[in-house]
């Protein structure tokens, strides 16, 4: 149980396009789901809490209408990177909250913006 | 803010030795998780901690919380191959459902 999944695993975009990333909770229903990015050899960094049929809460320095989220069910939310730039490719992970406080985190998306 | 430092940063391990790390905090926590990340995918849920003085298992990792609520331990035994990647300790700040994340230990095992 506890599934997540994001799609797509890797994308490798022009500067100045958008990017969708998809991210679904497979076995359970969660009305709040987070998304995170991971720069090489460091810890998670939160971006933003999504939360199903509201707007996202986003964390001090991240840009909202940068990168734009929406939880339009209770399994899926999207991150949209628009307008990328070659310092947003990252590794972009989400996670979904079931019960209390377990996040259960889906694979990451790689971006690559060139 | 919370800050969670993890010690120790990196070990170096033979197979089959058992491996201890901790994570401690600034303030207190109420609950404890603890994570692994493969490198180029998402961190996996090993064990959710609730209680201070709590013990649990999940096959040949333990772990702990601190009875001062400001510590925790994570104790691989017998290591393996597939042991290999980078721990992290989390936990919600106080009141709020967001995760604080550790620095991360990684764990290299050498032939």
């Known amino acids: 149980g506890a599934v997540v999944s994001q799609h797509p695993s890797r994308v490798i975009c022009k500067s100045g396009t958008s990017v969708k990333i998809e991210c679904r909770s497979l076995d359970f229903q969660a009305t709040t789901m987070f998304w995170y990015r991971q720069f090489p050899k460091q810890s998670l960094m939160l971006m933003a809490t999504?939360?199903?049929?509201?707007?996202?809460?986003?964390e001090q320095g991240v840009e909202k209408d940068k990168f734009l989220i929406n939880h339009a069910s209770l399994t899926l939310s999207t991150l949209t990177v628009t307008s990328a730039h070659p310092e947003d490719s990252s590794f972009y992970i989400c996670?979904?909250?079931?019960?209390?406080?377990?996040?259960?985190f889906g694979p990451g998306t790689r971006l690559t913006v060139t | 803010g919370q800050q969670l430092n993890q010690s120790p940063q990196s070990m170096f391990i033979q197979e089959g030795e058992d491996v201890s790390m901790n994570c401690t905090s600034s303030?207190?926590?109420?609950?404890w998780l603890w994570y692994k990340q493969d490198p180029g995918e998402g961190p996996v849920l090993l064990i959710a901690?609730?209680?201070?003085?709590e013990l649990t298992s999940n096959g040949r990792l333990t772990a702990q919380f601190g009875i001062t609520r400001k510590d925790s331990f994570l104790n691989i035994s017998a290591s393996i191959p597939s042991d290999v990647g980078i721990y992290f300790c989390?936990?919600?700040?106080?009141?709020?459902?967001?995760?604080?994340f550790g620095t991360g230990t990684r764990l290299t095992i050498i032939p």
């Open positions: 901690l609730y209680k201070a003085g």
């Open positions: 989390a936990g919600p700040s106080f009141g709020n459902e967001k995760l604080t």
């Open positions: 999504s939360n199903e049929g509201s707007k996202a809460t986003y």
């Open positions: 996670s979904a909250k079931q019960g209390a406080w377990e996040q259960y």
């Open positions: 303030s207190i926590f109420n609950t």
